[in-house]
């Protein structure tokens, strides 16, 4: 198995950030999480804690400014660039929401590095993946984000709420709107119905009970909010083309 990890490594700055930054040589694709701490991102002038991961490609240099007052420490990974399966057109820098996790990732990936005799092809492509799928996330989240705020309100409100019988008249209260201006505008933005979305929300709950749980067929459906089952399993059936039990049997291992 080839190993795209090149090294991994810890640095803590002084107050103010670094001396200078580093320049990212040929064929290297390196990674700095923050794990404590604010620097500047390369991008500009903004900020940026624990969570904040950034990106370098070759030829472009590292973070590095802090306040006069502040440090930072963040993890680094080197990857050797031909050797990254499937390169990512990597934005120079995005977030990891749950900060805790990203330090306690930084760590633990250190300690494997350095302190155990793992295999280093088998922690690169943990590394990559969690990078990859903290991407992801991130992209997702942000898409979410530049919606308008009262679209952005209705979504969080159905994801709250979508074991209720929620109407259109439900969610445009919710926001002060009226159902024909929440439908459109949110058709506009999100690309589906308000309806359409709050039965996505649904089936989503519904195949996480069914592979995780033993729960009865007809107590899922009530809890994603179906009085009725045979509703339930018609939604289900044309939601993901499994019926409910179908899908309970292909993702319960045992």
């Not at 810890?10 to 990212?24: D, H, M, Q």
């Not at 370098?56 to 973070?63: K, L, S, V």
Request: glycine share 6%; charged share 20%; aromatic share 12%.
């Amino acid at each position: 198995m080839k190993c795209a990890l090149k090294g991994m490594g810890y640095y803590k700055s002084p107050l103010g950030g670094a001396a200078n930054p580093y320049r990212i040589p040929d064929g290297v694709l390196l990674f700095e999480l923050i794990t404590a701490g604010a620097v500047y991102s390369p991008s500009g002038d903004t900020l940026c804690g624990a969570g904040w991961i950034f990106v370098h490609q070759p030829g472009q240099a590292t973070i590095w400014r802090s306040k006069p007052d502040e440090f930072y420490e963040c993890m680094v990974a080197s990857f050797h660039l031909e050797q990254v399966c499937n390169p990512e057109p990597w934005p120079r820098e995005f977030f990891w929401e749950d900060v805790a996790g990203a330090v306690h990732f930084a760590h633990e990936m250190l300690y494997a590095f350095h302190h155990t005799h793992v295999d280093h092809a088998l922690l690169s492509d943990v590394a990559l993946s969690q990078f990859r799928y903290r991407l992801d996330s991130f992209r997702r989240q942000k898409s979410r984000m530049e919606n308008p705020p009262r679209i952005a309100a209705i979504m969080a409100y159905i994801e709250k709420n979508y074991s209720k019988a929620l109407g259109i008249e439900d969610m445009a209260a919710h926001v002060g709107m009226s159902s024909s201006h929440l439908y459109a505008h949110f058709r506009e933005h999100v690309k589906i119905t308000p309806h359409q979305y709050l039965i996505r929300q649904r089936m989503h709950a519904a195949k996480h009970a069914l592979a995780t749980s033993s729960v009865p067929i007809k107590a899922i459906a009530a809890d994603v909010g179906y009085v009725n089952p045979e509703n339930f399993c018609r939604a289900f059936k044309q939601h993901t083309g499994f019926t409910a039990a179908a899908y309970r049997k292909k993702y319960m291992i045992y």
